[in-house]
């Protein structure tokens, strides 16, 4: 690799928003292997992610599946995932208006994404719409998710919110199912709910 083209080159001569995300990764991993220089692993690890946002549900485990990734490197990709999680996490826990769905599902997106098991949530809304506390009532299994109205008043009335919104990371089931149970849901919060359920 001629010297110009190097990844730590690039980087002090045009800053990061230069380099692509292959480069960015080979920048993390430091170096390669015999027979495979690092670009060609960091190209690697994209691809079985799928793109360079799929390696944040990567584990230990998964990093050190492939070849040139041993166990002082898988952990601290693991260090830097865990790091952009919390980034994204601190930024979405400021107390942003939460009056669209697009909004809810950007501020969920952090915790959401690379889940396993299904989990329940309730935001608790003030009178314009700004977050006051987002709890997670539940963490179920890769198939189910269980949450009692009962639950979702508790917060409602401890946090004196005007307006709630309930969420789930994922519906393992028919999407009919997913509905039918969210209007069940809807109805029995009905003092507390604002706008529409989607289907």
């Not at 390669?32 to 690697?44: E, K, M, P, S, Y």
């Not at 492939?66 to 990709?77: D, H, N, P, S, W």
């Not at 999680?85 to 809810?104: F, G, H, T």
Request: proline share 3%; with cysteine; aromatic share 6%.
């Amino acid at each position: 690799m001629a010297v110009g083209d190097r990844p730590q080159e690039r980087l002090e001569q045009f800053g990061p928003t230069a380099l692509s995300d292959t480069e960015l990764l080979a920048m993390l991993l430091r170096s390669g292997t015999h027979g495979q220089d690092v670009l060609t692993l960091a190209t690697r690890l994209i691809a079985e992610a799928g793109s360079l946002a799929g390696l944040i549900a990567w584990k230990e485990s998964d990093f050190r599946r492939l070849k040139g990734i041993g166990r002082v490197k898988a952990l601290q990709l693991v260090t830097v995932v865990e790091i952009a999680k919390r980034v994204l996490i601190q930024k979405s826990e400021e107390s942003p208006v939460l009056n669209r769905a697009d909004l809810v599902a950007d501020h969920l997106f952090p915790l959401a994404r690379g889940l396993q098991v299904e989990k329940f949530w309730v935001l608790c809304l003030n009178r314009k719409n700004r977050l006051l506390r987002r709890v997670e009532v539940t963490s179920g299994t890769a198939t189910a998710a269980l949450a009692h109205p009962r639950e979702v008043f508790r917060e409602a009335i401890r946090e004196s919110a005007s307006a709630v919104i309930c969420a789930h990371n994922l519906c393992a089931a028919a999407h009919r199912l997913c509905y039918v149970t969210s209007r069940a849901m809807w109805s029995a919060c009905g003092p507390f709910t604002r706008g529409s359920l989607c289907a």
